[in-house]
């Protein structure tokens, strides 16, 4: 197995893991407080939005699993992988470069997330992987779950938010 088959293995894996946490997170956290769930080490479930809320190609910008830790959730209007929402369309990933963390913005014309920095290019159409730039992993995907209601709330995050050791520790919760 090369590097290449062996990176997209760990993030594979990654993924699942994420989901079953995801999926986890949501059933454990019936009826629990999310500061309970967060302090004791399981992903919160925060709402970002609801399905009427959101304009394709419009991101929405919101903290988790903790304050400060900055993420894109995006309709991107076309089903996609790990997609969301009755199209599959919608997706959400941390804002923070997995380089040295500077911000990463959707660009309207190309469809990418794109550092400010360093020019890194992730596809929001494939789980955040890394195109291009000097980035050493592809883009933490943030999991996302819908409720009846349309709330979409986030449950978990697949891969390491940059700068953490620890994607839930040494941060204040989410309100
Ligand atoms: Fe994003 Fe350098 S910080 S490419």
Do not use: W
Not at 19 to 48: E, F, N, R
Not at 75 to 85: I, M, Q, S, Y
Not at 111 to 133: A, F, N, R, T, V
């Amino acid at each position: 197995m090369d590097h290449q088959q062996k990176k997209e293995v760990t993030r594979r894996n990654l993924l699942k893991t994420a989901g079953i946490a995801g999926a986890g997170a949501a059933v454990l956290l019936m009826g629990l407080k999310d500061k309970a769930q967060a302090s004791s080490g399981t992903y919160p479930q925060i709402k970002v939005a609801n399905l009427k809320e959101l304009k394709t190609g419009k991101p929405v910008k919101f903290d988790y699993p903790l304050v400060g830790r900055k993420n894109m959730l995006v309709d991107l209007g076309c089903p996609v992988e790990g997609g969301v929402g009755a199209n599959k369309s919608i997706v959400a990933y941390s804002a923070f470069c997995t380089h040295i963390g500077c911000g990463v913005e959707l660009d309207k014309e190309s469809g990418m997330l794109i550092c400010e920095c360093h020019q890194s290019i992730y596809d929001p159409k494939q789980s955040g992987k890394l195109i291009e730039g000097p980035s050493p992993s592809n883009l933490p995907m943030i999991s996302l779950e819908v409720d009846k209601n349309g709330d979409i709330y986030a449950v978990g995050v697949a891969g390491l938010i940059y700068g953490l050791r620890n994607n839930l520790l040494d941060g204040e919760e989410v309100k």
